[in-house]
């Protein structure tokens, strides 16, 4: 029966032999087929010949009510799976979050893991593909060495830092499980403005802590002052025109991070709604 109904809804919309056909992809023939197979299983007459156009009897239109209850129930039921489906599709993204290297444990990830997250980097949007950063791996056996070039970085900052300080900041370098740079390295003389190529960067970040998180490891981008000193930056290589973005700590999850604040989306989502035109002259300076 049920494969009739969606025949019968057709007809009783269109009340036209014709149109219902066209409407279900039939000929008229086969639409009229079906309808009597539909009576016959049913025991009673449904759909008699009006006036020019088609008309249900009680039966018919009582079946044909029950057939719209269910038509929309089973909308209903697509419509909570194919929300289901599309959340499980980026439920990845939805389910990342930052793991501070306190919660992290190894092993990290090794050489062909780190490249595909950076793969996964270099496939973010990129105004002319510049892009316009670069990742820095500091393998084990130079942690030590790293940690010495950030204690001389917090003594510079603060001749007179106390020695728990100074162990913080070696720590910095040794404690997560695998430890990068990202640096970004904007590109001169080209026609994408600079703001763009951060953009990019930082789309590229984006993407690097997500396949991160997909390949099942924890991570957290941590700048603080060490990234803005510029001996720190030139011991680690960088070009005069490079900023070291920030450290990015990955590792095995040991201890689940905090939930996360629910943002309402109306907090970063606006319709936008036309006003009158307005001339440049009446614009104040932009802040930049
Ligand atoms: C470039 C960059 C530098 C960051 N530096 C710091 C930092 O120095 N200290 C800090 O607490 N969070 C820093 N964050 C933010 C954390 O990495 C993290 O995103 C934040 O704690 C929010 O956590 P969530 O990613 O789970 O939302 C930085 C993020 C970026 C992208």
Not at 23 to 30: F, I, K, P, Q
Not at 31 to 53: D, I
């Amino acid at each position: 029966m049920q494969e009739f109904l969606p025949y019968l809804l057709a007809l009783h919309g269109a009340r036209d032999w014709l149109q219902a056909a066209r409407d279900c992809g039939l000929t008229e023939a086969e639409l009229r087929r079906a309808v009597q197979h539909a009576q016959r299983e049913y025991g009673q007459v449904l759909v008699v010949a009006g006036n020019g156009h088609v008309d249900f009897t009680a039966a018919g239109e009582e079946l044909v009510a029950r057939a719209r209850e269910l038509a929309g129930a089973v909308d209903a039921l697509q419509r909570c799976f194919a929300e289901s489906r599309r959340k499980s599709v980026v439920a990845p993204l939805l389910q990342r979050r930052s793991v501070s290297p306190k919660r992290l444990t190894g092993p990290g990830p090794d050489a062909a893991e780190i490249d595909l997250m950076i793969e996964a980097a270099l496939h973010a949007p990129d105004h002319g593909s510049l892009h316009p950063w670069r990742v820095l791996v500091f393998a084990q056996e130079h942690r030590a060495r790293l940690a010495d070039l950030f204690e001389q970085e917090k003594l510079r900052r603060d001749p007179l830092a106390p020695r728990s300080d100074i162990e913080r900041a070696r720590e910095h370098a040794t404690r997560s499980p695998a430890l990068l740079g990202f640096v970004v390295s904007p590109r001169a003389r080209v026609q994408v403005p600079l703001r763009e190529q951060w953009l990019a960067a930082g789309a590229a970040l984006g993407n690097f802590m997500n396949a991160a998180h997909q390949l099942g490891f924890g991570g957290i981008v941590l700048s603080g002052e060490r990234c803005f000193d510029a001996v720190l930056g030139a011991e680690l290589g960088l070009a005069s025109t490079e900023w070291l973005a920030g450290f990015i700590s990955l590792g095995r999850i040991a201890q689940a991070p905090p939930q996360r604040k629910p943002v309402a989306l109306d907090a970063v989502r606006a319709q936008w709604i036309p006003g009158p035109a307005l001339a440049a002259a009446e614009l104040g300076p932009r802040v930049s």
